[in-house]
């Protein structure tokens, strides 16, 4: 079994700051990691994905995230904050056949002018 | 590119009815899933399909049911609605294995209310 702790419920940024979205998973296997942006009445976007190649995993619109064993962390960065980034961030892990995500309990971001 | 289409987008339903939401998935991707969002809540899987059969069941209630179609689009039944089964439902494709492995495309979802 699998589970996904996303450490903040809510973050607020101001415009042009950058941004850390925190993850911790929990896995009985070498998982697949993802990070989904959702944002308000919307569905599920796909800002990127890990799968046992580099830690440092980089996404769309200068998205990363780095991919840390030792922590079983999974953060996100968001370089600089723009408005347009304001929506709720999901950390995502999936089973071991991919068929079947779990996903954290979301971060919802803010982005002040 | 095409994505995942889901219908109704909206509906509205009084309790003890039933619902049928449609998803049909990106062209080739074989398999479909099922999640379930509640207000504020994060998604949570309810049943997924591959090649036309059940591949993985999660949350489902029993009174759901769903199947996946020749032409690979599928359909949630929900019976015997409840206040508690307003939510937003996504439908998600993928393919099978590859370096894809894991990755879903989501629809924009079908939102559900019970009355």
Redesign the interface.
């Known amino acids: 079994a699998q589970s996904v702790t996303q450490l903040d419920s809510h973050v607020s940024v101001s415009e042009g700051t950058p941004v850390l979205l925190r993850c911790n998973y929990s896995s009985s296997y070498s998982p697949?990691l993802?990070w989904?942006v959702q944002h308000p009445n919307?569905?599920?976007?796909?800002l990127l994905?890990y799968?046992s190649a580099a830690t440092l995993v980089k996404g769309i619109n200068g998205f990363e995230a780095e991919f840390t064993k030792s922590e079983t962390s999974f953060h996100l960065t968001i370089p600089s904050a723009h408005m347009s980034d304001a929506a709720e961030y999901?950390c995502v892990v999936?089973?071991q056949?991919?068929?079947?995500?779990?996903?954290?309990?979301?971060t919802r971001v803010l982005v002040k002018p | 590119a095409a994505g995942v289409i889901q219908s109704p987008r909206h509906l509205i339903k009084e309790k003890r009815e039933t619902a049928t939401l449609k998803c049909y998935p990106i062209p080739r991707h074989d398999t479909v899933y099922w999640y379930q969002q509640g207000p504020g809540q994060d998604p949570q899987f309810l049943i997924s399909f591959y090649e036309k059969m059940q591949s993985d069941k999660g949350s489902i209630p029993d009174r759901f049911s769903a199947q996946q179609f020749s032409d690979y689009h599928s359909e949630l039944n929900m019976s015997s609605l409840e206040l508690g089964d307003s939510a937003l439902y996504f439908c998600a494709s993928s393919v099978s294995g590859g370096s894809n492995t894991g990755e879903l495309f989501f629809g924009e979802g079908s939102r559900l209310t019970v009355l």
């Open positions: 697949s993802f989904y919307k569905g599920l976007q796909l994905k799968t999901f999936s089973d056949r991919g068929n079947k995500l779990t996903f954290g309990g979301g």
